[in-house]
């Protein structure tokens, strides 16, 4: 398990989503756009970092996203319940 960075006392959480062409069938699109509402809705902006990545290597059933160093499989569906255990969590 990863720990957050700390950068002037705010951790700073950094989450990648894969955009690669497997992710993206399974709806990577929506998963940027659904941790972008989460983010702006829980006022997380200065905390939470948002990028997109091509394969990872992991192509797994969901798409593949990563907090920090640790790879999970998130689905458009189960995406609030990742975003309040893998991110809210750790703040
Ligand atoms: S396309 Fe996303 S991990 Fe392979």
Do not use: W, Y
């Not at 705010?10 to 993206?24: A, D, E, L």
């Amino acid at each position: 398990m990863s720990t957050p960075k700390r950068t002037k006392g705010v951790i700073i959480i950094k989450i990648t989503v894969c955009i690669g062409s497997s992710c993206h069938l399974k709806g990577s699109r929506q998963v940027v756009e659904g941790l972008q509402s989460l983010i702006a809705e829980n006022k997380l902006e200065d905390t939470v970092t948002l990028g997109a990545a091509f394969c990872m290597g992991r192509c797994q059933p969901g798409v593949s996203v990563s907090v920090d160093d640790e790879v999970f499989s998130v689905t458009p569906e189960t995406l609030g319940e990742f975003f309040a255990e893998q991110v809210k969590a750790k703040i």
